[in-house]
Every structure is written in structure tokens, then in C-alpha cells.
Nanobody
Framework: QVQLVQSGGGSAQPGGSLTLSCAASGFTFSVYGMSWYRQAPGKERELVAAMSSAGGRTNYGDSVNGRFIVSRDNAKNTVYLQTNNLKPEDTAVYYC?????????WGPGTQITVSS
């Protein structure tokens, strides 16, 4: 049974940083790419960052490119999202995601709120 358990997030001032973690279980983590998405109130869910199974390839949404960093530790079955230089428009619920055997699995989501 695929499970994604998220931690981290919270509140930050503009320019601040927060780190999200997503611990995975129920599948062979090291052979699957992992992704982070976010959804702000009234907006569609959007891709934030994605990383290939071995970590050699990454992809970022245009709005976060150069500010956010995705990483993974296959020994810990965990993917991370380091969010830097946060802006108020980064306020959203952040979800980790894996596409496993054709099904899309989502973490429960964690809130990031950026305000002064």
C-alpha cells in the first residue's frame, strides 16, 4: 500500500525559507520519480518540482525555478523540497506525488503561508 507522509511547512516571511519532507512507503522508492505540486485557494494544482528516480534529472515550475530545490534520499525513502526566497504568491498547500503502476498517489498536503 503506497503511503506518502508529509512534514514541514508552516509560516514564513517574504524572503524566508522552509523545507518540506515526504516519506514514502509501500513501493520501491528508488525506482520511481517523485514530484511536488501545490494548490493555492481558487487555483488549479500546479507542478512545483520533479526529480527522477536516481536524482539525475529535475524539473521545476517557472514560478519557482531558481528558488526551490528538490532532492531525495533513496536510503531514507524520502523526497525533500527546499523553498527559498519565499514570496506571498507561494502560499499554497503543497503535495508530494508518485505515479505508481498507472495510479497517481498524493500525500495529505502541507500548508505554506508567506506573509509579513
Amino acid at each position: 500500500q503506497v503511503q506518502l507522509v508529509q512534514s514541514g511547512g508552516g509560516s514564513a516571511q517574504p524572503g524566508g525559507s522552509l523545507t518540506l519532507s515526504c516519506a514514502a512507503s509501500g513501493f520501491t522508492f528508488s525506482v520511481y520519480g517523485m514530484s511536488w505540486y501545490r494548490q493555492a485557494p481558487g487555483k488549479e494544482r500546479e507542478l512545483v518540482a520533479a526529480m527522477s528516480s536516481a536524482g539525475g534529472r529535475t524539473n521545476y515550475g517557472d514560478s519557482v525555478n531558481g528558488r526551490f530545490i528538490v532532492s531525495r534520499d533513496n536510503a531514507k525513502n524520502t523526497v525533500y523540497l527546499q523553498t527559498n526566497n519565499l514570496k506571498p504568491e507561494d502560499t499554497a498547500v503543497y503535495y508530494c506525488n508518485v505515479l505508481h503502476h498507472g495510479f497517481s498517489y498524493w500525500g495529505p498536503g502541507t500548508q505554506i503561508t508567506v506573509s509579513s
